[in-house]
C-alpha cells in the first residue's frame, strides 16, 4: 500500500480530560465521510505519540494528524523532528484539537470545531513554521527538545513543574491563573545571564520567555511579538517583578502589551543561551512540559515543519 497520500492518525485518548477517547467515534466518521484515506493509532502512555510518528514516518507516511492538546502536539511534533528518514519539512502536520488549552492552534487560526478541521485539511494548503530546539540540564545529564510554540523560564518554569501532578492544569486557563497566584508566595527571580545574539543582559528575571507563536498558559502571550516563520525567536525578558507587580502586569500578558511593562523587555534572537549565576539553576518548560534548568541553548530551525493552516 502507498502510504504517501495517506494520513497517520494518532490519537491520546486522555486528552481534554478523556475527550480524544470520546470525540474520536465523530472524527473518524468526518475523516471517512471526506473521503480523506487515514489509518489511526491510539497512544498509551505519554511520550508514546512521538515514537507513532517517527515510526510512522519510517513506515512511509509523510501526512500526519494529532488528535489532543498542546501536550499531544508537542510531542508528535517531536517524533517527526526525531526521525532522520526525510527532512522534517517533507512532512505535512496538523492537529484535530480536543485539549483544554489548545494554545498553539491560536496562531494558526486551525478552529475547535471537528468539521471546521476536516474540512481545512480537505482542502490541502499548507505553510511552514520554524521549530526550536532547546537543550537542557536535568539530573545532571544533558537533554535535548523540540518545541513549537512556546519556551518559559524562571517562574513559568516553576509553574510549570507545579502541575505536574495536577493532570497539564496549565493548559486550562483558571487553573494557570490560581497556580500563578498560589506559587507567588514562594517564589524569587534569579540571577541569571542571557545571552541572545551579540547582546549579554544580566539581571534577576521574573520571566524568560523564548516563542515561536504567541500563545500560552490557557491564552496569554508571553510572546506577542512572535512571527512563526520569520526566523528568529521572540525573546522576552521580565525583571525583577514584586508580588503587587506581578498582580497588576497580569492583564498586560493577556492583551499583549506586556511589552509596555517597565520592567519588561522584547527582543528577537536566532539564538539564546541562559546561564544562572548564582548556584540555583533557572528552571525551564516548553510547550507547557517542565524539562530541567540550566545551562539552556535555543537553536533556530527554520521552516522546519509543513502545517496545514485555513
Same mark, same amino acid.
Given at each position: 500500500m502507498n502510504m504517501l497520500n495517506r494520513w497517520q492518525v494518532i490519537i491520546n485518548p486522555a486528552a481534554g480530560n478523556g475527550q480524544g477517547k470520546k470525540k474520536w467515534a465523530s472524527i473518524n466518521r468526518l475523516l471517512t465521510e471526506a473521503g480523506i484515506e487515514f489509518d489511526h493509532s491510539f497512544? %498509551? #502512555?505519554? =511520550?508514546?505519540?512521538?515514537?507513532?510518528?517517527?515510526?510512522? %514516518? #519510517?513506515? =512511509?507516511y509523510r501526512k500526519i494528524i494529532a488528535v489532543g492538546g498542546d501536550g499531544t502536539n508537542n510531542e508528535v511534533m517531536n517524533g517527526i523532528m526525531k526521525q532522520q528518514v526525510v527532512a522534517s519539512s517533507e512532512i505535512t502536520y496538523t492537529i484535530v484539537p480536543v485539549g483544554t488549552g489548545n494554545d498553539w492552534i491560536k496562531t494558526h487560526k486551525i478552529p475547535k470545531n471537528t468539521q471546521k478541521v476536516?474540512?481545512?485539511?480537505?482542502?490541502?494548503?499548507?505553510?511552514y513554521q520554524d521549530i526550536g530546539l532547546v537543550t537542557y540540564l536535568t539530573n545532571g545529564q544533558q537533554g535535548r527538545r523540540y518545541f513549537m510554540n512556546v519556551a518559559g523560564m524562571a517562574y513559568d518554569a516553576v509553574v510549570a513543574k507545579a502541575s505536574e501532578d495536577r493532570q497539564g492544569f496549565t493548559s486550562n486557563q483558571i487553573m494557570y491563573l490560581y497556580l500563578v497566584m498560589s506559587c507567588l508566595?514562594?517564589?524569587?527571580?534569579?540571577?541569571g545571564k542571557v545571552c541572545f545574539d551579540d547582546k549579554i543582559d544580566e539581571d534577576n528575571y521574573y520571566l524568560v520567555n523564548v516563542g515561536i507563536c504567541k500563545y500560552s498558559g490557557g491564552g496569554m502571550q508571553f510572546v506577542p511579538h512572535a512571527v512563526c516563520d520569520d526566523g528568529q525567536f521572540a525573546l522576552t525578558l521580565a525583571r525583577n517583578f514584586s508580588t503587587m507587580e506581578v498582580l497588576k502586569a497580569v492583564p498586560k500578558f493577556?492583551?499583549?502589551?506586556?511589552?509596555?511593562?517597565?520592567?519588561?523587555?522584547?527582543?528577537?534572537?536566532?539564538?539564546?543561551?541562559?546561564e544562572a549565576l548564582e548556584n540555583q539553576a533557572i528552571l525551564l518548560e516548553v510547550d507547557g512540559e517542565f524539562l530541567g534548568g540550566t545551562?539552556?541553548?535555543?537553536?533556530?530551525?527554520?521552516?522546519?515543519?509543513r502545517i496545514i493552516v485555513p
Open positions: 497512544s %498509551v #502512555r505519554r =511520550g508514546h505519540a512521538a515514537v507513532i510518528a517517527r515510526n510512522a %514516518v #519510517r513506515e =512511509g476536516v474540512d481545512i485539511i480537505k482542502q490541502g494548503k499548507t505553510s508566595r514562594s517564589f524569587e527571580p534569579p540571577r493577556y492583551n499583549g502589551k506586556c511589552g509596555d511593562h517597565p520592567k519588561v523587555d522584547l527582543y528577537h534572537a536566532k539564538s539564546i543561551r541562559v545551562p539552556v541553548e535555543f537553536t533556530l530551525l527554520e521552516k522546519a515543519l
